[in-house]
């Protein structure tokens, strides 16, 4: 953490948290334009846990990367879980934007997915803070 974060000043791990979460969607629908198979999806699925990473800086910049992680895997695993119960799917046969939030079945196999992207997230996070 750099001085003037110490101080209080938190605005440029949020405008870096900010730009990573554009940055994150940028990609995720980069992949999801140019191929259309399963590793298009599960990529989708990592970066997805990733972007959820970089709100949960932006909101709470002083945050540890592993609570972070956590955070980050337990959004993404109780959105997972909660496609158990019907709703997400409804939503998503009416909007698009309900389909790629939430998605619309459950799949065992996102949730690993999602804990590759909450690893990449904490050992992004990791990095950069121990750079500044």
């Known amino acids: 953490m750099n001085d003037h974060q110490s101080a209080g000043n938190h605005r440029p791990t949020r405008l870096a948290a900010a730009g990573l979460t554009v940055l994150t969607i940028g990609a995720g629908l980069g992949v999801r334009a140019v191929v259309s198979n399963d590793v298009t999806k599960y990529a989708g699925d990592?970066?997805?846990?990733?972007?959820?990473?970089?709100?949960?800086?932006?909101?709470?910049?002083?945050?540890?990367?592993?609570?972070?992680?956590?955070g980050a895997l337990g959004f993404s695993a109780a959105v997972e879980f909660f496609k158990?119960?019907?709703?997400?799917?409804?939503l998503a046969r009416h909007s698009t934007a309900a389909r790629l939030v939430l998605g619309s079945t459950f799949n065992p196999p996102n949730l690993f997915w999602y804990a590759v992207g909450a690893a990449f997230g904490w050992l992004a996070h990791r990095a950069i803070a121990r750079s500044a």
């Not at 158990?84 to 409804?90: I, Q, S, T, V, W």
């Open 46 to 70: 990592a970066l997805y846990t990733v972007m959820v990473y970089t709100l949960i800086v932006l909101v709470l910049p002083r945050i540890k990367p592993p609570t972070a992680a956590a």
């Open 84 to 90: 158990l119960g019907g709703a997400p799917a409804e």
